[in-house]
């Protein structure tokens, strides 16, 4: 995001206490070669400490930071026959943003310089990477534990901090953003003042102060709390669409709707919405009549918070989507699943993990890695068929099933359900028995052989092996094939 005011900035960078690592005071000393050195030194220094951007300041004197002025003219500076901004950019690896900003103030001429972190790999200038060590402009090389830190720093910077508002005033800031609902699923009464507000928007990284009299709304802000995603055009096109359609396929859609509203300010819509459109069976319970849904509420919450926090956002033009059929619901979202199909009940890992962390603080989904083994478990309750999980190259999809019977289930069917109750059982650490198999597939003790033949295709299948060797096939116990590896 370019700089929109020169001068609130200097004004904010002159509230800091001294010099950092990621910033410089000068006044008129515009050596190129220097300049190199000291634009690489500290784009690596802001990106460990996580600063969106490095400043050098011309005009203002070190320590005291009394505002002298300078005679530095950025826009005229020439090395050789080229102009400063094109050899700096030349440069540097890999290619980063460098403004150059001349303006004129009571007191002087100033000039800054403001260089964009790469969060790819550290700077090098010439060939060469530095990094600034107080006020010391050092080789990378020469502090292998700063090297260290700084490729640590190259994988944090993720979607959810970059910028999908910049420049906005606080109340700008309050009114794109659903702060009601956000402190209502904090369970927190919503402060009195607008300046509370923003300092816990603030701390929860939603949104930050821009260092030029306002605020950037970050990629995380816009996500969960947007009050209309449309506002925002790094996540326009990333609301959660729901289809219903007529039938067992595409042919024929009854409604489609898109959702404006933040992940986490519309979750509870989206799933009133859904639940309201999925079909429910007649039942009585005490003699009372009752519509029950034939979907697990609970698991469905599950697989839709999981598609939307482990989204690829990189992926452009694709969003969340949510497709109720007559016999299923498929939800899929953008970006290859991070674990393999057969570990995905059991393995934890996030694209995302900051999305993540505040959706499981604001009561979205489980607890880390509690959401789609507790999926596992609503849909054995209910005795349909598991769920089935399929990875592309670009999308990953979950599929819900309705209800089957035991013998409408396909082979390949009776092999997965049993290979998930397996991995549930064993997340418990209560090995799968026959007896247990049986109770997940509602059968009588006299199915015994039909649930030893489903135990039979899911071993020679390779889904799962003896917890033991030397069981009687009575008594035996199993667990996913991983676990005797």
């Known amino acids: 995001m370019s700089i929109l005011d020169s001068r609130a900035l200097l004004r904010r960078l002159l509230l800091e206490p001294a010099e950092t690592p990621w910033l410089e005071f000068k006044q008129n000393n515009a050596d190129p070669e220097l300049l190199g050195r000291c634009v690489a030194a500290c784009s690596n220094a802001a990106m460990m400490a996580e600063k969106d951007r490095a400043y050098i300041v011309f005009g203002i004197e070190n320590v005291t930071k009394r505002r002298l002025g300078t005679t530095v003219q950025l826009g005229a500076q020439r090395k050789g026959g080229e102009n400063l901004h094109n050899w700096l950019t030349r440069m540097l690896e890999p290619r980063i943003m460098i403004e150059f900003l001349d303006f004129d103030e009571e007191d002087g001429h100033f000039a800054i310089i403001a260089v964009t972190p790469s969060y790819d790999r550290p700077i090098r200038f010439s060939g060469t990477e530095y990094i600034r060590i107080g006020e010391n402009i050092k080789t990378l090389r020469e502090h292998p534990e700063y090297e260290r830190a700084l490729w640590l720093a190259t994988s944090r910077q993720k979607f959810e901090g970059a910028v999908a508002l910049a420049h906005q005033s606080a109340e700008s800031v309050l009114d794109c953003l659903d702060t009601g609902t956000f402190f209502e699923l904090l369970n927190e009464p919503r402060p009195q003042s607008d300046a509370a507000v923003i300092a816990k928007l ?169 959401g789609i083994d507790k999926a596992i478990l609503e849909v054995e309750e209910m005795s349909l068929p598991a769920p089935e999980f399929f990875a592309s190259h670009d999308s990953m999809r979950v599929v819900i099933f309705g209800p089957r019977r035991f013998n409408q289930l396909m082979k390949a069917d009776r092999v997965w359900a049993c290979f998930c109750h397996c991995v549930v059982r064993w997340l418990r650490h209560d090995p799968m028995s026959n007896q247990s198999l049986r109770e997940r597939f509602r059968l009588s003790d006299e199915d015994y052989q039909a649930a030893s033949a489903v135990i039979a295709d899911a071993r020679k299948a390779g889904k799962i092996v003896q917890a033991e060797e030397n069981q009687g096939r009575r008594n035996a116990r199993y667990v996913p094939y991983w676990d005797r590896a």
Request: glycine letters at 10%; proline letters at 4%.
């Open 202 to 370: 603030a701390s929860h990284g939603l949104i930050r102060e821009d260092m030029e009299g306002g605020y950037d709304v970050t990629n995380l802000g816009a996500v969960l709390v947007a009050t209309d995603v449309s506002r925002f055009p790094s996540i326009s096109a990333k609301s959660v669409r729901v289809i219903k359609y007529v039938g067992k396929d595409k042919k024929r859609s009854e409604k489609e709707i898109e959702g404006r509203k933040g992940y986490a300010s519309g979750f509870k819509g989206l799933l009133t919405y859904i639940s309201n459109a999925l079909p429910t069976e007649e039942t009585y319970v005490n003699g009372v009549r009752r519509q029950e849904p034939v979907y697990p509420l609970t698991a469905l919450r599950e697989i839709i918070a999981n598609a939307l926090i482990h989204q690829d956002f990189t992926i452009g033009g694709a969003g969340p989507v949510i497709e109720i059929y007559d016999d299923r619901i498929e939800v899929t979202n953008p970006g290859n699943s991070l674990i393999e199909v057969d570990r995905i009940i059991d393995e934890r890992r996030s694209r995302n993990e900051k999305l993540a962390s505040t959706m499981r603080l604001l009561g979205i989904c489980e607890e880390r890695g509690g």
